[in-house]
C-alpha cells in the first residue's frame, strides 16, 4: 500500500507532501538528464511538521522520506512516489535506508555532539539513494547550543540533504530555524478515523477499538496500546480513581506517592530490560570477555561511566513521560466533568467511568473544574522545569482537593 496509508486524518497534509515528491522526483530527474526543472517550487530542502501527540507528525516525517526515495518504476508511466512496495520506499519505512537517518531520544535533551554528527552527515552526498534525508522526530529536545550547530546547517544546505524536523509547536523550535523551514501543521485524527485503522490494520475487535480510541480522543500509539496492552488499561483505571481519592491531606499524599512509584516502576522495567544488554555489549566491546576474569581495560572507565549517565538520564526522561501521560489522562477525566456541568453535550471520553464522572461533576461546580484543570496543567510545567516529580504531583493532588 502507498506509505500516505500510515496517516490518518491528515488529508491536506498528504496532498501537500504527495506535491513536493512529485516535484522532488522531477528535479531528480532533471539533473540526470542535465536539464533544468520547472516545477521546484513546492520542494525545499527543511520541513518543520507540528501538531498535538498522537497527529502522527514523524509518520507523516517518514512517509515523505519514503517517497524521496521511491524508486518503483510505475513512476515513468506516471505513478505516485511513495508506492510503499519498492526497496527505496520499505527500506526507509523499517528504518535501514542507507540515506535515511531516523533520530529519536530516549534522553531529555538532544547535544550539541549529536548535532554536530547530523550536520557533517547532512554534507554527504546520497550512497544509494536519491536524496540524503535526515529526520529529526524531537526537534523540540534541542539543546540551544544544539539549535545553533543545526541553523548553520539549515541555512547552507548541501544540494541533495533534506531536513524533516518534528515539534508539538513552531515555539518549541528556535525562530532562526523555523524561519528557515516549510511549515506543515497536523491535526488530531477524528476518533472514528482511529478506531478504524486499529480494526482495518491491527485486527482489534470494533468494540474495543472504539473504545481505545474515545478514551483517547485520537492519539494513534496510545489507543493502539491501550487496546492490546492490558496493563496500560489496568494503569489507566488506576489513574482515573485519583480524583475520587483526594479527600483529606493524608490521602492527596498517598495518592501522589503511589503514582510516583508507579511511573517509577515503570522506568526500572525499561532499564532491567535494556540497561544489562547496553552494558554487556560494551563491555565485550571494550575487552572484558572471556579470560580476563570480567575486568574492564585499563582507561575504559570514563567510557563505562558516559554509559551509566546515559541509563540515568532515560529512566528519568522514562518516569516524566509515564507521569505525563497520567497527567493527560486525568485531564481527559475533568474535561469530561466540565462537560457534564456544562451540558455541553459532548461526547464523553472516559464513558467506562460514567458514575464517577456524574459524581464529581454533582459535587462541584464548573469554576472549581477549571481550577483542578490548571492545577494538573501547573504539574506538567512543574516536571518541564525539573522540579523533583513527587513535590509535583503532591502539589497537584492538594489543588485537586482544594479546587
Known amino acids: 500500500m502507498p506509505v500516505w496509508d500510515d496517516l490518518v486524518g491528515q488529508e491536506r497534509v498528504q496532498a501537500q507532501l504527495a506535491a513536493a515528491a512529485r516535484d522532488a522526483d522531477a528535479m531528480v530527474t532533471a539533473d540526470a538528464e542535465g536539464t533544468e526543472s520547472a516545477t521546484a517550487s513546492k520542494m525545499t530542502h527543511a520541513w518543520l511538521f507540528t501538531g498535538p501527540p498522537g497527529s502522527g507528525r514523524s509518520t507523516a516525517a517518514r512517509a515523505f522520506a519514503a517517497a524521496l526515495q521511491c524508486t518503483s518504476p510505475d513512476r515513468a508511466l506516471g505513478g505516485e512516489p511513495g508506492c510503499g512496495f519498492c526497496d527505496g520506499c520499505h527500506t526507509t519505512v523499517v528504518g535501514t535506508h542507507a540515506d535515511v537517518e531516523i533520530v529519536r531520544t530516549d534522553l531529555l535533551s538532544i547535544g550539541v555532539k549529536d548535532t554536530r554528527a547530523l550536520v557533517r552527515r547532512a554534507q554527504l552526498s546520497p550512497a544509494v539513494g536519491r536524496w540524503q534525508v535526515i529526520v529529526l522526530e524531537d526537534a ?16 547552507e544546505p548541501a544540494p541533495r540533504t533534506v531536513w524533516l524536523l518534528c515539534a508539538p509547536s513552531p515555539e ?14 497536523l491535526r488530531t485524527p477524528s476518533v472514528a478515523a482511529v478506531a478504524d485503522v486499529l ?40 489513574v482515573l480513581k485519583l480524583p475520587l481519592r483526594v479527600d483529606d491531606v493524608g490521602a492527596c499524599l498517598k495518592a501522589a506517592q503511589e503514582l510516583v512509584d508507579a511511573a517509577a516502576e515503570d522506568a526500572k522495567q525499561v532499564a532491567e530490560e535494556v540497561d544489562v544488554k547496553e552494558t554487556e555489549e560494551l563491555r565485550a566491546a571494550m575487552g572484558a570477555g572471556a579470560g580476563t576474569g570480567g575486568r574492564m581495560p585499563r ?51 472516559n464513558e467506562e467511568v460514567r458514575p464517577d464522572l456524574d459524581r464529581v461533576a454533582r459535587a462541584s461546580g464548573p469554576e472549581r473544574t477549571l481550577r483542578r484543570i490548571e492545577g494538573i496543567i501547573a504539574c506538567r510545567e512543574a516536571l518541564d522545569r525539573n522540579v523533583s516529580p513527587l513535590l509535583a504531583v503532591e502539589a497537584m493532588t492538594m489543588a485537586l482537593r482544594a479546587g
Open 199 to 238: 480494526v482495518r490494520r491491527d485486527g482489534i475487535e470494533p468494540g474495543a477499538a472504539a473504545a481505545a480510541a474515545r478514551a483517547t480522543q485520537g492519539h494513534i500509539d496510545r489507543a493502539r496500546r491501550l487496546a492490546t496492552d492490558e496493563r496500560a488499561r489496568s494503569r489507566r483505571a488506576a
Open 299 to 349: 582507561g575504559t572507565a570514563g567510557v563505562m561511566k558516559d554509559l551509566e549517565d546515559r541509563q540515568k538520564r532515560r529512566r528519568t526522561r522514562t518516569q516524566r513521560d509515564t507521569l505525563d501521560l497520567a497527567l493527560t489522562d486525568l485531564i481527559g477525566f475533568y474535561r469530561d466533568v466540565l462537560a457534564l456541568q456544562l451540558g455541553s453535550g459532548l461526547a464523553i471520553a
Open 140 to 155: 523540540d529536545r534541542l539543546t540551544e547550543g544544539a539549535g545553533n550547530v543545526l541553523l548553520k546547517a539549515v541555512e
Open 172 to 185: 518549541d523550535v528556535l525562530p532562526t530555524i523555523r524561519s528557515r523551514c516549510r511549515h506543515l501543521t
